[in-house]
C-alpha cells in the first residue's frame, strides 16, 4: 500500500505508524526527526567540500547533511563529498541562515572534489557520476537547486573552453535528471593575495549568467585577508571566511526561494 500524507513546511516532526489486522496489531515503527524544508546540493572543487582550515558547526538544530544512504545533523565534516575531506565548510552558516530566515529544516547534500578542474566534471567522467547519484537519490525537485563553487584550478584554461565545458555540465545534468535543475555558480578565481582573480574564470562564469544556463552565485574572491587561512595566505577559508561565505550563499539564493514559493 501507500500513501500521501501532506505535512506543513517546518520540523522537527515525528511518526508513529502501525499495522493492524482485525483488531490486532502486528507491527509498529517510529519515525522521529523528519522535516519538511529546503534542501541544496552543492559541488565543484575544495571550498565546495570540507576544507577550511577548522571545522565548524551549525548552532540552530536544524540544518541537516545527506549522504546518499542517511541524514546527519550538519556539524563540520560533510558527509557525502567525493574526496572525503575532514576540515570545515561554508554549509552551517549558509543552513543556520537560511533558517534564520525561513524557520524551516535546512538540509545539505554535498559532493564535491578539492583540487579539481571542470574537465574532472564532465559527464563520462566519475565525479558527474557521484553528483548524478545524490541527485536521483534526493529524486525529482528533492532539492532547490545545485550550488556550483569551482574555478579556482582552471584559472589558466581559456575562458570560452571553461564556459563551454561548465555548459556541458549543466545542461548534461538536466538531461540526465529529466528535469529542468536550477544552478547558481559562484564567481571563483582566488588563490592568494597575489593572485586574488583571475579573468580567465571571472569572465566565464559571468557569461554563464549571462546566458541563463546559470543564476549568478556570489563573487567569493572578495573574500580576502582574514577571510583566508593560514593567516590570509591560503586558498582556503579561516572559520571567520567560512561564516562569511555561507551568508553570501544565503544573501544569494533566499531570493530565488521567494520567488519559487509564491509559485
Request: avoid cysteine; charged fraction near 20%.
Amino acid at each position: 500500500f501507500d500513501e500521501e500524507i501532506p505535512f506543513p513546511a517546518g520540523g522537527w516532526f515525528s511518526m508513529k505508524l502501525k499495522l493492524e489486522k482485525a483488531g490486532r496489531v502486528l507491527d509498529e515503527q517510529r519515525v522521529d526527526k523528519f522535516g519538511v524544508g529546503e534542501v541544496f546540493v552543492g559541488a565543484g572543487q575544495s571550498n565546495s567540500t570540507n576544507s577550511g582550515q577548522f571545522k565548524t558547526k551549525q548552532t540552530s538544530g536544524m540544518v541537516s547533511s545527506f549522504d546518499g544512504e542517511h541524514w546527519q545533523i550538519a556539524d563540520d565534516p560533510q558527509i557525502g563529498v567525493a574526496d572525503h575531506s575532514q576540515g570545515g565548510s561554508y554549509y552551517p552558516a549558509f543552513g543556520d541562515a537560511l533558517y534564520e530566515h525561513y524557520h524551516v529544516p535546512i538540509g545539505i547534500a554535498a559532493t564535491g572534489f578539492g583540487g579539481t578542474s571542470v574537465n574532472a566534471w564532465q559527464p563520462s567522467e566519475g565525479l558527474f557520476a557521484h553528483m548524478m547519484t545524490r541527485l536521483q537519490q534526493l529524486g525529482p525537485h528533492g532539492f532547490r537547486a545545485i550550488l556550483w563553487h569551482q574555478g579556482e584550478t582552471d584559472v589558466g584554461m581559456p575562458s570560452r573552453e571553461y564556459y563551454e565545458k561548465l555548459q556541458r555540465v549543466i545542461v548534461s545534468s538536466r538531461k540526465k535528471a529529466g528535469w529542468d535543475i536550477p544552478w547558481f555558480v559562484a564567481q571563483v578565481s582566488y588563490h592568494n593575495p597575489e593572485r586574488p582573480s583571475s579573468d580567465t574564470t571571472r569572465t566565464a562564469q559571468a557569461k554563464i549568467w549571462a546566458d541563463k544556463i546559470a543564476h549568478a552565485g556570489p563573487d567569493t574572491d572578495t573574500l580576502t585577508g582574514d577571510h583566508r587561512d593560514l593567516d590570509g595566505l591560503g586558498i582556503h577559508f579561516s572559520p571567520k571566511g567560512l561564516k562569511a561565505h555561507g551568508l553570501l550563499w544565503a544573501k544569494i539564493v533566499q531570493p530565488f526561494i521567494d520567488e519559487s514559493l509564491i509559485e
